[in-house]
């Protein structure tokens, strides 16, 4: 586990196993805001907590979960592990998983960029009135819950699936594309959505 501080530290952090296999080890770190953390596993889990700095977490069937961060700049990679991020706010999220699922929900103001060639990326929260947010998958789906008040544009193309209707006016995902806000009245500046599936299919809801 990671958990951050208030003081200051310029020095990377990095923690490993030298040899290979299962539960060897595990390892708690507290560390200082600002640090620059690196957490890599071939198949154990990976967390970070409180970050105010940046991270990078790799693993190949690891999972991956950051939660509780805040103008933090965030990197995960992984082959079939999971990622999730919860509760994070101004921050830099980039994800990429090849058959992994990537579950991202409360982030708000933040500029999330998430592909997958083969999992399924779901989205859910209220991004703000600053948040850019891109999903890609090839052949998984996407799922997007955004509440209803929520000013979001979205521009959503599945190339081959066929997606759900949102539930208020709007963009049609599926096999539909555009870009335009999803709130009735007049259009103002809002968070932007870039939605591309390939072979998958598109969800969005407007709870």
């Known amino acids: 586990m990671f958990q951050s501080k208030t003081a200051m530290s310029r020095f990377p952090f990095r923690a490993e196993s030298k040899r290979a296999g299962r539960d060897l080890a595990e390892y708690s770190v507290l560390a200082p805001a600002g640090s620059t953390v690196i957490l890599q596993s071939l198949d154990g889990a ?13 693993g190949a069937t690891s999972t991956a979960e950051v939660t509780d961060a ?58 703000g009135t600053s948040g850019d947010c891109k999903l890609t998958s090839h052949s998984g789906d996407l799922d997007v ?3 209803a008040g929520a000013v979001v544009q979205i521009d959503a193309h599945s190339f081959t699936g066929v997606g759900d209707p949102p539930t ?11 870009n335009r806000f999803l709130k009735p009245g007049p259009m103002r500046s809002g968070s932007r959505f870039v939605l591309r599936s390939f072979r998958g299919k598109i969800h969005l809801k407007r709870p």
């Open 168 to 178: 208020t006016s709007g963009t049609t995902p599926g096999s539909s594309q555009g």
């Open 145 to 147: 819950s955004i509440p």
């Open 46 to 58: 990976l967390f970070a907590q409180g970050l105010r700095g940046d991270a990078v977490l790799e």
């Open 70 to 127: 805040d103008g933090a700049h965030i990197h995960i990679k992984t082959l079939s592990g999971s990622a999730r991020l919860t509760n994070i706010r101004h921050s830099r999220l980039y994800i990429s998983s090849v058959m992994g699922n990537i579950d991202v929900r409360n982030v708000s103001e933040s500029l999330i960029e998430a592909h997958s060639a083969s999992g399924r990326i779901t989205y859910e929260g209220d991004p």
